[in-house]
Structure formats: structure tokens, C-alpha cells
């Protein structure tokens, strides 16, 4: 695929619209519609991006027997999903700060550990060109409501046991789906 030009189609709050023109192998042109949190694209260097736009957290608890899933309503889909704490990056905010900004916002709890921090990854390499960081570790406390009634969400602690139930009948965010698959059968 050669690139040849971005088109800027619609821009909203938080996610702007772009048309991608390609050409193919065999000289067709090929339009691709993506979604980008930069409300500026202007050229193929800048798709891959190169700041995180969001984080991911990977909580275990602090005896490392439960992890953490949060239940939330999501738009989107209009219904309830499975899916880890995870937010946007604010600006001049570093990663491991906006974690710990996300985790108490969606949860209430607080993160004593920072284990490892996973990145970068793509969110939906399909249609967007959003960065997530996942943060991996260990959080406390008690839960509370989240601090924004735009988002409604039930954080649970689940056990492995639990975890491998929830799979099989629940609808899961993919990332927390495959994460937390493999962390169940461990």
C-alpha cells in the first residue's frame, strides 16, 4: 500500500474522522476511515503516532488473587461489558499519574505497586490510531462510586475461578478478554 493522502471528515469532543487514500499493489485506490484522538492529521508519519492517548490498568489485589474488572455500561454497544479501568491521558500528565488518577476516579482504590508498564499498543488497530500504556499492579482499598456520573461502573475483584465463569458468559473489552483469559488459567 503506498499512502497518499488524510482527509479530515468530521471532528467531535474526544475522536476526529479521517478518510485515508492508498494505493494498492495493483493501482487502485483504496479509501480506509479511521478515528484519531489527534484533531490535526496531516500526514502517514503522524498515524503511528508517538505519545500514549490512553492507559490501561492491570490491578491484582495485594495477597495477588484477584484481579481487578471493572463492569460498565458502554455506549457504544448499549450494554454492560467487562473491561479493565483504563482512561485518557490529560495533558502534560505522565503515564503513571493518570493511572493513579483513573483508578481512583473508576474505583475508589488506590495503587500501591506499579509492577510493570506494558506499551505502546494500539486500542483498535482497525479504525483508530489511539495509543494505550498499560500499567501493571497492585491496588487497595475500598471501592467507591465513580467521581463522573457520565460513566457507570461496578469494579469487582474476581478470583481465577471467577474470572474463567465470566468468560464464558459475559461480553468482555478484547484486550481484557485475552489478559484475562491467560491469567485465569495460569
Known amino acids: ?44 508519519k503522524e498515524l503511528s503516532g508517538l505519545e500514549p492517548d490512553a492507559v490501561v490498568l492491570i490491578m491484582e489485589d495485594e495477597k495477588h488473587e484477584k484481579i481487578l474488572i471493572n463492569k460498565e455500561f458502554r455506549m457504544a454497544v448499549n450494554r454492560w461489558v467487562y473491561n479493565f479501568p483504563a482512561g485518557l491521558i490529560d495533558p502534560g500528565e505522565k503515564p503513571i499519574e493518570s493511572a493513579r488518577r483513573e483508578l481512583f476516579e473508576e474505583t475508589g482504590l488506590e495503587l500501591v505497586e506499579v509492577l510493570d508498564e506494558i506499551g505502546p499498543s494500539y486500542s483498535a488497530v482497525g479504525f483508530s490510531n489511539e495509543i494505550n500504556v498499560c500499567i501493571v499492579g497492585v491496588a487497595r482499598g475500598v471501592f467507591k462510586d465513580s467521581t463522573s456520573t457520565l460513566e457507570e461502573i461496578v469494579p469487582g475483584w474476581y478470583t481465577k475461578e471467577e474470572v474463567r465463569q465470566l468468560l464464558k458468559t459475559e461480553p468482555f473489552a478484547a484486550r481484557t478478554q485475552a489478559y484475562a483469559y491467560l491469567w485465569s488459567r495460569e
Open 1 to 44: 500500500m503506498k499512502f497518499e493522502s488524510i482527509t479530515k471528515k468530521e471532528e467531535g469532543n474526544f475522536i476526529t474522522r479521517y478518510d485515508l487514500k492508498y494505493e494498492t499493489v495493483d493501482h487502485k485506490e483504496k479509501i480506509y476511515e479511521i478515528i484519531s484522538r489527534n484533531k490535526d492529521l496531516k500526514s502517514s
